[in-house]
T-cell receptor
Framework: GENVEQHPSTLSVQEGDSAVIKCTYS??????FPWYKQELGKGPQLIID?????GEKKDQRIAVTLNKTAKHFSLHITETQPEDSAVYFC??????????????FGSGTQLTVLP | DTGVSQDPRHKITKRGQNVTFRCDPI?????LYWYRQTLGQGPEFLTY????????KSRLLSDRFSAERPKGSFSTLEIQRTEQGDSAMYLC??????????FGEGSRLTVL
């Protein structure tokens, strides 16, 4: 099955700086890669996703890049703000698989933005 | 609010008791998922419904766990004879498209 590794497990940045979180996946057939933000006591919230037919996607201050050859993808947050502090999870999915259509999540990154 | 709704949000029970969680998905979503999340970990897949059919179950879903989605709308997850190792956040998610999951706030279970 799919295995997703996420680094770093914790990340502290100064407000206004950029933050980068990286994930690698094992199943070369995976073709959908979402990122979730989870605040304390809440469920994960989808913030951005990318499919394997594109290499980069941006939405305001957040962007995701995908390198299919190396089987890794990254989340980039620019101009970080204190409200960006949360746990971020990457995930991977092979949406064409006839059986395992569930997301496999990384172990999470606790991002702290220091004012 | 038209998001995924879960009930109860918190449940404390004694070992050996049965508990049931309910999930109401986003109304037009035909796919419904249950995940389990323990502290410091990402969500782990438990089971998946498409409409009322339970199409996939994880090996994590022991025979003490049962999930239903009787009319293809809300779903229940029951845990029988709870054990301390069952303590976790149980997350429900729904989707219209494969992969684009929208999660509820979760039901936190504490087994004493």
């Amino acid at each position: 099955g799919e295995n997703v590794e996420q680094h770093p497990s914790t990340l502290s940045v100064q407000e206004g700086d950029s933050a980068v979180i990286k994930c690698t996946y094992s199943d070369s057939a995976s073709n959908y890669f979402p990122w979730y933000k989870q605040e304390l006591g809440k469920g994960p919230q989808l913030i951005i996703d990318i499919r394997s037919n594109v290499g980069e996607k941006k939405d305001q201050r957040i962007a995701v890049t995908l390198n299919k050859t190396a089987k890794h993808f990254s989340l980039h947050i620019t101009e970080t703000q204190p409200e960006d502090s949360a746990v971020y999870f990457c995930a991977a999915l092979n949406s064409l698989s006839g059986s395992a259509r569930q997301l496999t999540f990384g172990s999470g990154t606790q991002l702290t933005v220091l004012p | 609010d038209t998001g995924v709704s879960q009930d109860p949000r918190h449940k404390i029970t004694k070992r050996g008791q049965n508990v049931t969680f309910r999930c109401d998905p986003i109304s037009e979503h035909n796919r419904l998922y249950w995940y389990r999340q323990t502290l410091g970990q990402g969500p782990e897949f438990l089971t998946y419904f498409q409409n009322e059919a339970q199409l996939e179950k994880s090996r994590l879903l022991s025979d003490r766990f049962s999930a239903e989605r009787p009319k293809g709308s809300f779903s229940t997850l029951e845990i029988q004879r709870t054990e301390q190792g069952d303590s976790a956040m149980y997350l429900c998610a729904s989707s219209l498209l494969v992969g684009e999951l929208f999660f509820g706030e979760g039901s936190r279970l504490t087994v004493l």
